[in-house]
């Protein structure tokens, strides 16, 4: 990316994806970063959000997420949640695979929430836990995230390697930090490092090392993509025979948010 080759991105590595939320809350609290050192979360989030924020001293709030009467996105007052959020406050999304929902917006929504949240000069996070396992296509799964760079947000990033590389036991993962400069870059990689060395000081290399050789060969790579595909695929494939067993037993009720 541009921001990669301009040297603009901050980053080190974390304790898997929660090592890396858990360093952002600590950040955010740690410089004041978001108004009133409030983070907003999804409603509903993944179970441990809530903790991890918390107990990194910052206060946490919801905003409207999943709609149980449609099974689907709650768009429209997650809109006017962003937009009565006061200026610059924290907000967690997920990246892709929402967790628990399963709910995304598309590609149309995102582009809209990037600029609401442009217009309320808010501090977004994004959590990507699942990247190449929503789709199958790692590409497409970090869609979100480019778009919002490319609209010029300066934001905070947590990757997972955990379950996309099979190295759970690992605990592999990165905070990210998009910069204005590059002198940015260095004094906030020097306060991150500052966070780090009492918390978990230096994280183990030997799952690092081997994400790192994945994705820099050209014959693994293309593979790792190949073999994210095929569990994706067969994720689909159990939705698609679970709905269709569910309509064989006689259920009468729409499942289509199963395989949508």
Same mark, same amino acid.
């Given at each position: #990316?541009?921001?990669?080759?301009?040297? =603009? %991105?901050?980053?080190?590595?974390?304790?898997?994806? !929660?090592? *890396?939320?858990?360093?952002?809350?600590?950040?955010?609290? =740690?410089?004041?970063? #978001?108004?009133?050192? !409030?983070?907003?979360?999804? @409603?509903?989030?993944?179970?441990?959000?809530?903790?991890?924020?918390?107990?990194?001293?910052?206060?946490?709030?919801?905003?409207?997420?999943?709609?149980?009467? !449609?099974?689907?996105?709650?768009?429209? @007052?997650? %809109?006017?949640?962003?937009?009565? *959020?006061?200026?610059?406050?924290?907000?967690?999304?997920?990246?892709?695979?929402?967790?628990?929902?399963?709910? /995304?917006? !598309?590609?149309?929504?995102?582009?809209?929430?990037?600029?609401?949240?442009?217009?309320?000069?808010? =501090?977004?996070?994004? /959590?990507?836990?699942?990247?190449?396992?929503?789709?199958?296509?790692?590409?497409? /799964?970090?869609?979100?995230?480019?778009?919002?760079?490319?609209?010029?947000?300066?934001?905070?990033?947590?990757?997972?390697? *955990?379950? @996309?590389?099979?190295?759970?036991?690992?605990?592999?993962?990165?905070?990210?930090?998009?910069?204005?400069?590059?002198?940015?870059?260095?004094?906030?990689?020097?306060?991150?490092? =500052?966070?780090? &060395?009492?918390?978990? #000081?230096?994280?183990?290399?030997?799952?690092? &090392?081997?994400?790192?050789?994945?994705?820099?060969?050209?014959?693994?790579?293309?593979?790792?993509?190949?073999?994210?595909?095929?569990?994706? @695929?067969?994720?689909?494939?159990?939705?698609?025979?679970?709905?269709?067993?569910?309509?064989?037993?006689?259920?009468?009720?729409?499942? /289509?948010?199963?395989?949508?």
């Amino acid at each position: #990316s541009k921001e990669l080759a301009e040297g =603009r %991105i901050a980053g080190v590595q974390t304790l898997s994806g !929660t090592g *890396a939320c858990r360093l952002a809350g600590e950040f955010f609290n =740690r410089f004041g970063i #978001s108004a009133n050192n !409030t983070i907003y979360q999804p @409603n509903p989030t993944w179970g441990n959000h809530v903790p991890i924020f918390k107990d990194a001293g910052m206060e946490v709030k919801q905003y409207s997420y999943y709609d149980k009467e !449609t099974i689907g996105l709650d768009f429209g @007052n997650m %809109i006017k949640d962003i937009q009565n *959020a006061p200026n610059g406050s924290a907000f967690l999304l997920h990246a892709c695979a929402h967790n628990p929902t399963g709910v /995304d917006p !598309t590609e149309e929504q995102w582009k809209e929430i990037s600029q609401e949240m442009l217009k309320k000069d808010h =501090r977004v996070f994004f /959590d990507c836990a699942y990247q190449g396992f929503a789709s199958g296509d790692a590409e497409k /799964d970090a869609f979100a995230i480019r778009q919002f760079v490319k609209d010029g947000h300066l934001l905070c990033l947590s990757q997972s390697f *955990a379950k @996309n590389f099979g190295l759970y036991g690992d605990r592999v993962g990165a905070f990210s930090v998009v910069c204005q400069d590059q002198d940015e870059v260095a004094r906030v990689t020097s306060q991150l490092k =500052r966070l780090i &060395r009492p918390m978990y #000081s230096n994280p183990p290399a030997q799952g690092a &090392r081997i994400v790192q050789t994945i994705l820099e060969d050209p014959v693994l790579k293309p593979q790792w993509y190949s073999e994210c595909k095929a569990m994706a @695929n067969r994720i689909i494939e159990m939705r698609e025979l679970l709905k269709s067993n569910l309509e064989k037993k006689g259920s009468t009720r729409n499942w /289509d948010n199963i395989t949508s």
